[in-house]
C-alpha cells in the first residue's frame, strides 16, 4: 500500500538521473558540497572556473521562492578544492514536502561529495550572543522531527549497493563486497551529526584569522516557519537548550548523515531573538538579508580556508 509520502519521494533512479545529467554537463567532480544560507549567497560567486545551473534547468530539481536564495547550482573550485555550491535552500515553509527540500543531499552523494558544509541565517536564543556572531552547529533540535515530519519518514529503500573497491571486506582467499542499503540504514544515529574535527578546525582557523570574539559554538533549533516565533515560543526554546533559531538545516543534516557524509555547519546570528516583552525590536527578513551581507566577508574566508584544510589533510580527503 502507498503511503502519503510515497509521493513526494524521489526514487534513488529520480536521484541518479539527476545526479548523471549534472555529471554529463560538467568535468568538476566535487569533494566538497556546500549550501548557502539567507543572504549568504555570496560564497557561491567565490567559486573559480564556474559551471553553474538555474534549478529550473535541473532534471527533478525543486525551485527556490525565497528571496535571498538565487536558485542556482554552482560547480567550480574554492581554492583550487573542487565543489558544488547551492546558491539558495528549499524550505518546508515554501510548501515543499521534506523530502523534496532534502533531494539535494542525496545528489550531493551521487555526485561523490564527501563533507558537506551548511550555512544559515538565525535568531540568536543566547543571552550573550550578538548580530554577526557565527555560531558553529554542535548539536540542533528537531521540533518538526518531534511532531513526525521527519525527511527519512516513509519506506527505506533497503535494495543492497555493492561497494566493490571501497570498504570491502578483505579475508584469506577472497574479498568481500561491502553492502549497504541505497542511501543509509532505516535508524541512523544522530549523536554525532556534526562531525567534531571538523567543528574544532573551525575553531582553530576562525582563530587564525582573528574571528575568535564573534564565533561561537551551539545548539540550532529548527521550526517550520514562515512565521517568525513569538516571545514565549522564544523564551521556550531557550529554555530547552538552543542558542540559535531557523528554518533549515536539521533536515539536510538528517539525510547528509543517512547517506554517510561528514557533516559541518554554521549559522550567521542575524537577528536577535525578541524574548522580551518591553522589547520594540521585530524580527523581519530585511535584517535577516542586511547582517548576510555585512558579515559576507568574514563567512566566506572562514568557510574557503576550512575547505582548503580539508584538502591539506589526509583524515578529510
Ligand atoms: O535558509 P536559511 O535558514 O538561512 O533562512 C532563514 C530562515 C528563513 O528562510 C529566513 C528568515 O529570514 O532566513
Ligand atoms: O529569528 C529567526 N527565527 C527563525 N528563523 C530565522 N532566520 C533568521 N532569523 C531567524
Avoid at 566535487?30 to 553553474?52: E, H, M, T, W, Y
Avoid at 555526485?111 to 543566547?126: F, R
Avoid at 535494495?159 to 568481500?176: D, G, W
Avoid at 522580551?276 to 574566508?301: F, I, M, P, W
Amino acid at each position: 500500500m502507498l503511503c502519503l509520502t510515497d509521493y513526494f519521494r524521489y526514487s534513488f533512479e529520480d536521484c541518479q538521473a539527476t545526479a548523471d545529467w549534472l555529471l554529463a554537463q560538467t568535468a568538476v567532480r566535487p569533494l566538497v558540497g556546500i549550501v548557502c544560507g539567507s543572504g549568504l549567497g555570496g560564497l557561491a560567486d567565490a567559486l573559480k572556473d564556474q559551471v553553474a545551473f538555474n534549478y529550473k534547468d535541473i532534471p527533478n530539481f525543486p525551485q527556490s521562492t525565497v528571496h535571498g536564495h538565487a536558485g542556482r547550482l554552482v560547480f567550480g573550485t574554492l581554492k583550487g578544492r573542487a565543489c558544488v555550491c547551492m546558491q539558495g535552500r528549499f524550505h518546508l515553509y515554501e510548501g515543499y514536502a521534506i523530502q523534496k527540500i532534502t533531494m539535494p543531499m542525496r545528489i550531493f552523494k551521487l555526485l561523490g561529495v564527501e563533507t558537506v558544509m551548511l550555512t544559515n541565517a538565525a535568531g540568536g536564543l543566547n543571552q550573550d550572543y550578538k548580530v554577526g556572531d557565527i555560531m558553529i552547529i554542535k548539536d540542533h533540535l528537531n521540533m518538526p522531527g518531534f511532531a513526525g515530519n521527519n525527511p527519512l519518514a516513509g519506506p527505506n529503500d533497503e535494495r543492497q549497493v555493492l561497494h566493490k573497491e571501497k570498504n570491502s571486506i578483505k579475508c584469506e582467499h577472497e574479498e568481500i563486497p561491502h553492502s549497504d542499503s541505497r542511501f543509509g540504514v532505516r535508524f541512523p544515529c544522530m549523536s554525532d551529526a556534526y562531525d567534531r574535527e571538523l567543528q574544532q578546525l573551525a575553531l582553530d582557523v576562525g582563530s587564525e584569522l582573528g574571528y575568535s570574539d564573534f564565533l561561537r559554538e551551539g545548539v540550532y533549533c529548527v521550526l517550520g516557519g514562515p512565521s517568525f516565533e513569538t516571545i514565549a515560543e522564544c523564551r521556550m526554546l531557550h529554555k530547552l537548550g538552543a542558542d540559535a533559531v531557523g528554518m533549515s538545516t536539521v533536515h539536510e543534516v538528517i539525510v547528509a548523515r543517512h547517506c554517510g557524509m561528514r557533516v559541518f555547519a554554521l549559522s550567521l546570528i542575524t537577528n536577535k531573538a525578541v524574548m522580551d516583552y518591553d522589547s520594540e525590536e521585530k524580527a523581519n527578513h530585511e535584517e535577516v538579508l542586511q547582517t548576510g551581507k555585512q558579515r559576507a566577508v568574514q563567512l566566506e574566508r572562514l568557510v574557503s580556508t576550512l575547505v582548503t584544510r580539508l584538502e591539506h589533510n589526509n583524515n578529510y580527503a
